[in-house]
């Protein structure tokens, strides 16, 4: 079946633009997570929705950034006046949860965001 | 605040090498270890899922080893082949479910 998916795949843009990245996930995934991957750094955790219940925004770095998750589906990431440390592949993730098990997460290809 | 290691952040072996990769995390209330690997420009596909509960996981020529108490798992890859080449990443789930933590990654080289 379908894996994740996001859009765009590459994004160029002047700083102090909004930009708006989305992320389609696994069909019945209830669990999306967004995360940031700078040059040459490992994974950094954003934010993580689950369901109906609010989402965990503990890893946002500024208030610029925002997300979220409508009809318990698409997501969307949005960043306010980005700047040119804002500069990363973002990438979403989705998995399958129930009851009490939690499963493994399935990643999009990622939007590689480029803050000129 | 978890923190997860991975060593070596690069390694580059002949083709045919059985190899070890490591990662360490310094906080072992964690519900779930998972390991992954990223090619060049792309996301990333999940190799093996290891439940606190457990201590090794098996599919094909990986093998992924936990030991929770320690703060460590190793993923061995048997008989390396050029196909391997991609950085290789393990992440740890948190003990409240929300959260993931990854390391940042060994870049693996099988040389033909």
């Known amino acids: 079946g379908a894996g994740v998916s996001q859009s765009p795949s590459n994004k160029v843009t002047e700083k102090g633009k909004d930009v708006e990245l989305r992320c389609d996930p696994i069909s019945g995934h209830t669990a999306l997570y967004w995360y940031r991957q700078s040059l040459g750094q490992g994974l950094e955790f954003l934010i993580y929705f689950q369901g109906n219940s609010a989402p965990d925004k503990s890893g946002l770095p500024s208030d610029r950034f925002s997300a979220e998750r409508t009809g318990g589906s698409v997501s969307t990431l949005t960043i306010q006046r980005t700047q040119q440390e804002d500069s990363a592949v973002y990438l979403c993730?989705?998995?399958?949860?129930?009851?009490?098990?939690?499963?493994?997460?399935?990643f999009g290809p990622g939007t590689r965001l480029t803050v000129l | 605040k978890q923190e997860v290691t991975q060593i070596p952040a690069a390694l580059s072996v002949p083709e045919g090498e059985n190899l070890v990769l490591n990662c360490s995390f310094t906080?072992?209330?964690?519900?779930?270890l998972q390991w992954f690997r990223q090619d060049p420009g792309k996301g990333l596909t999940s190799l093996l899922l290891i439940q606190s509960s457990q201590r090794e996981q098996t599919s094909g020529r990986l093998n992924a080893s936990l030991d929770k108490s320690s703060g460590r798992s190793t993923l061995y890859i048997a008989a390396s082949q050029p196909g391997d080449s991609a950085t290789y990443l393990c992440a740890v789930r948190t003990d409240n479910f929300n959260k993931f933590y990854f390391g940042s990654g060994t870049k693996l080289n099988v040389k033909p």
């Open positions: 993730a989705s998995s399958k949860q129930a009851g009490n098990s939690y499963n493994e997460q399935f």
């Open positions: 906080d072992s209330a964690i519900y779930n």
